[in-house]
């Protein structure tokens, strides 16, 4: 298997624009993850998904970012408008939910905001 | 809220000596413990875990030290070595939901 797969791996916006970044996760993976990694909180988790339905998005900063899984291997984590402070690296990951184990990351999509 | 918290940003120590990376966690519902280790430009890969009915798990030069009465947790690295040197993260999860991490601690090894 490839990994999880993040697309893109840079992206750079001008304020006030959309933006969507794409995971596809491990096959046969239950569990998908996106992440924001900041200097102050670390990997700060934004929503997961179990089974493609969204379990928890209390982490989501604001309305406008919203998260999808339309099915077991897409999901969308979308910002608009786009605003400078949220310029950051994303990460996706994801499990196979049956017992304790770990998650595998993608590699990241560094987004900056102008 | 930060439920898992990694209060020293960085550390360093020399080649060959023990590096110890800290880990507090205030939820107890939290069962399962994860350390991850990041290079620059590249997404945490896993490096070592352990489940919450253990005090501690080995693999080669690393150990996980689980106290939960502290709700406290510890990775060592012995003998360090440069190639360890990367940003480690700790985590925690229950029933392997809501993953969460801390800050993260940079650690550097000297030659």
């Known amino acids: 298997d490839a990994g999880v797969i993040q697309s893109p791996r840079h992206e750079v916006t001008e304020m006030g624009q959309e933006v969507t970044l794409r995971c596809k996760p491990i096959?046969?993976?239950?569990?998908l993850f996106w992440y924001r990694q900041t200097m102050m909180r670390g990997l700060e988790l934004l929503i997961y998904f179990n089974n493609n339905v969204p379990i928890d998005d209390s982490g989501m900063p604001e309305d406008r970012f919203s998260a999808k899984m339309p099915n077991a291997s897409f999901s969308t984590l979308k910002i608009q408008p786009s605003e400078p402070r949220d310029s950051a690296v994303y990460f996706c990951a994801s499990l196979y939910r049956t017992m304790n184990t770990e998650a595998f990351f993608g590699q990241g999509t560094r987004l900056t905001v102008v | 809220d930060q439920q898992v918290k990694q209060n020293s940003p960085s550390l360093s120590v020399q080649e060959g000596r023990i590096s110890i990376l800290n880990c507090d966690y205030t939820n107890s519902m939290f069962d399962y413990f994860l350390w991850y280790k990041k290079y620059p430009a590249e997404g945490p890969t896993f490096l070592i875990s352990i489940s919450s009915i253990k005090d501690k798990n080995e693999d080669g030069r690393f150990t996980v030290f689980l106290n939960k009465s502290a709700k406290h947790l510890s990775l060592h690295i012995v003998p360090s070595q440069p190639g360890d040197s990367a940003v480690y993260f700790c985590?925690?999860?229950?029933?392997?939901?809501?993953?969460?991490f801390g800050a993260g601690t940079r650690l550097t090894v000297k030659p």
């Open positions: 985590a925690a999860s229950h029933n392997n939901n809501d993953m969460r």
């Open positions: 096959s046969g993976h239950n569990s």
